[in-house]
């Protein structure tokens, strides 16, 4: 059936971000430094956590992860919006389509389970700080990613696999910049009901507790600060929290927007994909380096390191 919905339904038209086309090059150029910003910041990060042997601890190891996922889901749409943009050719092949979707599902998947993985490291350095070093051991973290990709890529192919057996009709045309799941489930005359029921479920299964989890996390986190005050302890928490937090608020808020709180795809869905597929990833190399003591001491080592290269 996959073969033959490819022969027939040979490629999809991406109806793009709602800009008139005077606006196109402006945008274009907008997006194409966010996009830039988002691959040099976040590769940045990754080569400061590998060089400085002071950041080889669990915190960091999960963001080198969560930076290297931001890169990749933004490589993933932006590359593609970008080339519409400057073409104005809005097409994209049916395996082409396929391919981003499966693609765009593993490193939302993933971001979502990272940002797990590092509420359950915040809770137990401040809750448990004695036990840390016993708790998260190096074995646990890479448990923890190993399990992040195998859920992420499992949840990928199964959507796929349900979506290459859908046929199409002749209106060819996603109402988005990108080939999203739920905007291409609604291009087909197949029955969906099994492919919203396995959407819905997995929704109930990994992000629904995957968000649970993490204001379990931070509610145990404050009433753990709040039980003995202390401003220097408060402050000591919040720094070491409060970047998670923001990116945990951007993420599962614009999920929220786009997936529950909407009924039907208009421009203010575009813009909230927009946030999580673009924005996010540029903010959070800002997020968690703009006020991190250990990340600005580890660039101006670097930096030093670069400068004495010269001499």
Known sequence: MGLENQSSMSEFLLLGLPIQP??????????LGMYLTTVLGNLLIILLIRLDSRLHTPMYFFLSHLAFSDISLSSVIVPKMLMNMQTRQQS???????????SFI????LDNFL???????????????????????????????????ILSCGSALLHTLLSVRL??????????FFCELTALLKLSFSDISLNELVLLTEGGIFYFPALCIVLGSYIRIGTIILRVPST????????????HLFVVSLYYGTLAAVYL????????????????????PMLNPFIYSLRNRDIKQALEMCVNRVNCFKW
């Open 22 to 31: 005077g606006q196109q090059r402006g945008f274009f150029t907008l997006f």
């Open 92 to 102: 994209i092949s049916y395996v082409g389509c396929i391919a981003q979707m499966y």
């Open 106 to 109: 593993i490193f939302v998947g």
């Open 115 to 149: 940002l797990v993985a590092m509420a359950y490291d915040r809770y137990v350095a401040i809750c448990h700080p004695l036990h840390y070093t016993t708790i998260m051991k190096e074995g646990l973290c890479v448990l923890l990613v190993a399990g992040s990709w």
């Open 167 to 176: 046929s199409f009709c002749a209106d060819n045309t996603i109402s988005h």
């Open 232 to 243: 220097e302890r408060f402050f000591k928490a919040f720094s070491t929290c409060g970047s």
């Open 261 to 280: 709180l909407s009924s039907s795809w208009d421009s203010k869905d575009i813009i909230a994909s927009v946030m999580y597929t673009v924005v996010t």
